[in-house]
């Protein structure tokens, strides 16, 4: 493309914002009268810029934010690409930053910047998010036969849990940090109750139990006779009224 510039030229000339390339100058005299027309060229490269990219990214555990920091020596719209997403940073007085929620796994962040008048010279980040431990409690109290077992579980991740008592398997859910569940009636006795996670892509595996016991209690029961009053030698029945267990 061509430019034309005029201007009265007494000790040199500025020629602002050319891109990176090879130009050919020409500079024409025109006539006036005391000298005729005439011109003279060159050409000339406008080398390109040097841009220095720096990139960083801190281990976290699953549910924090990562925080990706870009450093350049050019201000403007980078592209951070991170397993099959891209994401876009502004970097602005040379520094810009991004907070990026992601799963658990190991990762690489590149960045791209695209203007042709600068050579880049591009840094990448690995980091990694781990899986997450969850903190888990259970509580179950004493209670008497015939009552039923009922216990809560803590936990710092709403969700789905389940909670395990010999052979009884009850899932919990958990909301806001707490869940209930129920595991009827059981005989008296010494027992454990276990809370658990099972693993996943973004969690470790992770459990915690208590125990409680079921106290015996006292047995409630009547005697029925067929008669109060009865003469020597006749037989009385005597039926007594028991729980069912």
């Avoid at 891109?19 to 020409?26: H, I, P």
């Avoid at 870009?70 to 930053?97: C, L, M, P, R, W």
Wanted: glycine share 8%; hydrophobic share 35%.
């Amino acid at each position: 493309n061509e430019i034309v510039y005029n201007s009265i030229i007494q000790n040199g000339f500025i020629l602002p914002d050319l891109r990176s390339g090879t130009y050919n100058l020409t500079v024409y005299n025109e006539e006036s009268r005391n000298y005729r027309n005439s011109s003279a060229s060159i050409l000339f490269n406008v080398e390109k810029g040097i841009n220095n990219i720096n990139i960083t990214a801190g281990n976290v555990s699953f549910g924090e934010k990562t925080v990706i920091n870009v450093t350049a020596d050019v201000d403007g719209i980078y592209t951070i690409k991170i397993g099959d997403e891209n994401v876009n940073v502004s970097v602005n007085q040379g520094f810009g930053t991004i907070s990026l929620l992601l799963c658990a796994g190991n990762y690489t962040a590149t960045t791209t910047f695209a203007d042709s008048n600068f050579t880049a010279y591009i840094d990448n980040a690995t980091f990694n998010v781990k899986k997450a431990e969850v903190e888990l409690s259970i509580m179950v109290f004493d209670r008497p036969y015939s009552a039923n077992i009922t216990g809560t579980v803590y936990a710092d991740l709403d969700g789905k849990y389940n909670v395990s008592c010999g052979n009884i398997i009850v899932s919990v859910n958990v909301v806001n940090g707490i869940g209930q569940f129920d595991l009827g009636k059981l005989s008296a006795g010494n027992y454990s109750a276990v809370v658990f996670h099972d693993e996943d892509e973004n969690f470790k595996i992770v459990s915690n139990q208590t125990q409680f016991e079921v106290s015996q209690t006292g047995t409630n029961f009547n005697i029925i006779s067929s008669a109060y009053v009865t003469a020597y030698g006749n037989n009385i029945t005597l039926t007594a009224g028991l729980p069912g267990n």
